[in-house]
C-alpha cells in the first residue's frame, strides 16, 4: 500500500508541475501580448500630445499675428485722425472762397456800379479777405491747386468744358471756373477747369475767310 500511494503522490506532484507549467507559459503568453500593445498606446499618446503642442502653437502665432494687425490698424486710425481730423470742417470752409469770388463777379457784372471808385474800394476789400484765407489754409496744410496752362490730370483736375484753341495743346487748361485744394497729401476738392481742343479744319477756314473779307 505505500507503494502505490508513493505513486499516486508522484502522479499528482506531475500533473500539478504540468498544470503549473502550463500556467506559466500562458500568463507568458499574455504579457507577451500586452506588452507591445502597451507601447503602441504610448506611442499613440505621445504623437498626439506632439499633434496637439504643435497646433497649439499654429494658433498662439496666428492669434499674436492677429493682436499685432490690430495694434497697427490702431495705429493708422490714430494717425489718419491727428493728420486729417479737419478733413471735413477744411472742405465746409472752402465755401467762404466761393461765396467771395460769386461776390466778386456780381459786383463787376452790375452796370451801376463798373468803373466806380466804390467797387474798386469794395473788389480789393474782398482780393484782401480771400488772400487772409488762403494764407490761414496754407499754414493748416491746405494748399490750392495750380492748375492754369498745365495737361489736365485726373487726380486733381475736374474738366467741365471744351474750349477751342489752336495755341494751345489739346487737352490744356485755358480757364479755372473753381479753386481746387489739398489737404497734406490728399485731395480735398479738385479744381473744375475748361480745356483747349483744336478748332475743327472747316470752322478754321470760315474764320479765316471771315477775317479776309474784313480786311478788304
Same mark, same amino acid.
Do not use: W
Given at each position: ?26 500568463s ?12 503602441? +498606446? *504610448? ?11 504643435? *497646433? ?14 490690430q ?10 485722425a ?12 472752402? +465755401? ?49 491747386i495750380?492748375?492754369? +496752362?498745365?495737361?489736365?490730370?485726373? +487726380? ?9 484753341d ?27 477747369v ?10 478754321? *477756314? ?11
Open positions: 500500500m505505500d507503494k502505490e500511494q508513493e505513486q499516486k503522490q508522484e502522479i499528482s506532484n506531475d500533473k500539478g508541475s504540468s498544470i503549473k507549467n502550463n500556467d506559466e507559459k500562458e507568458a503568453d499574455n504579457n507577451s501580448e500586452l506588452k507591445p500593445q502597451t507601447e503602441t +498606446n *504610448e506611442k499613440k499618446e505621445e504623437i498626439t500630445n506632439e499633434e496637439k503642442i504643435i *497646433e497649439l502653437e499654429d494658433k498662439l502665432a496666428r492669434t499674436f499675428a492677429e493682436m499685432e494687425n495694434r497697427r490698424r490702431f495705429e493708422k486710425e490714430k494717425e489718419d491727428y493728420e486729417y481730423g479737419g478733413y471735413a470742417f477744411a472742405k465746409e470752409a472752402l +465755401n467762404l472762397i466761393d461765396n467771395l469770388e460769386r461776390s466778386k463777379q456780381i459786383l463787376e457784372n452790375d452796370e451801376k456800379l463798373k468803373n466806380t471808385d466804390a467797387l474798386k474800394k469794395t473788389l480789393e476789400h474782398l482780393d484782401i479777405i480771400t488772400k487772409d484765407l488762403i494764407s490761414i489754409f496754407k499754414k493748416n496744410d491746405i494748399q490750392p495750380e492748375c492754369l +496752362n498745365k495737361k489736365l490730370d485726373p +487726380n486733381f483736375h475736374q474738366a467741365m468744358m471744351e474750349i477751342e489752336n495755341q494751345k495743346e489739346p487737352g490744356t487748361i485755358v480757364q479755372e471756373i473753381q479753386k481746387g485744394f489739398t489737404i497734406k497729401d490728399r485731395l480735398l476738392r479738385p479744381s473744375l475748361g480745356v483747349s481742343k483744336k478748332i475743327p479744319a472747316k470752322s478754321q *477756314e470760315n474764320e479765316e475767310n471771315e477775317a479776309n473779307k474784313a480786311d478788304k
